[in-house]
């Protein structure tokens, strides 16, 4: 269902790569709540992907572009204002890849090279990105920038590895950047804490599946979906959240939250017998 959210505003969507990717689903809900977009993600990422075929479904220009280079960061600032035809109300950031973690080094053998790599395109693109926008003034007044990231940001997660640093970093970003841009803009950067989702990144985490499963276990909504993120951005690149910044926004179903649930606490038991009432019913207190 359509709320016309975004009606006359104009964004730009970074990282999506096919129909798992959460970008994707964002650039789907904000064209369907009126606005019009450009999608942009790096040139081999664009030749694997099927970002084209989003791109002609929501008839959005696909700028090819390296979201850790100064130079393509101000074209795809300049041409989409230019194809949009005016100043971008909002940016999703959704964009993270750690090398040591596809090489399987574990934290405490990090190739620091690799570690460079994880950092600069999983957190100092978010600085790089705000940086030129700001410079060439091409967020409109009362601007919303988001950045998706992940709990292990504040908490340690088995096999998240150095993309715990990296979302540490991103968060931190937002809130420095958001208090400047803020000041002299009325610029909103937040950052979405997401449940663990299936996407192509997250999916190279080790022992995914078990976090996902674990996820949903504690959560007392569940895990949310890639669909219900996309709904959160909307809201957030959207009028109705005009005086919220700085923040890191959790979007997973409670799990922040949780210290143990009994659906976890369950993995480690023969039945739910000892948590019923009389009449048979699961007693969740």
Known sequence: MSYNLLKGKRGIIFGALNEMSIAWKVAERAVEEGAIITLTNTPVACRMGTISELGQKLNAEVIPADATSLED???????SQEMLGGKIDFVLHSIGMSPNVRKKRTYDDLDYSLL??????SAISFHKMIQVAKKLDAIENGGSILALS???AQRSFYGYNDMADAKALLESIARSFGYIYGREKNVRINTISQSPTMTTAGSGVKGFDGLLDYADKMSPLGNASAEDCADYCIVMFSDLTRRVTMQNLFNDGGFSSMGMSLRAMNQYNKSFDEYTDSEGHIIYG
């Open 73 to 79: 960061l101000e074209m795809v600032f300049t041409k």
């Open 116 to 121: 460079d790599t994880t950092l600069n395109i």
């Open 150 to 152: 992940y709990v292990a």
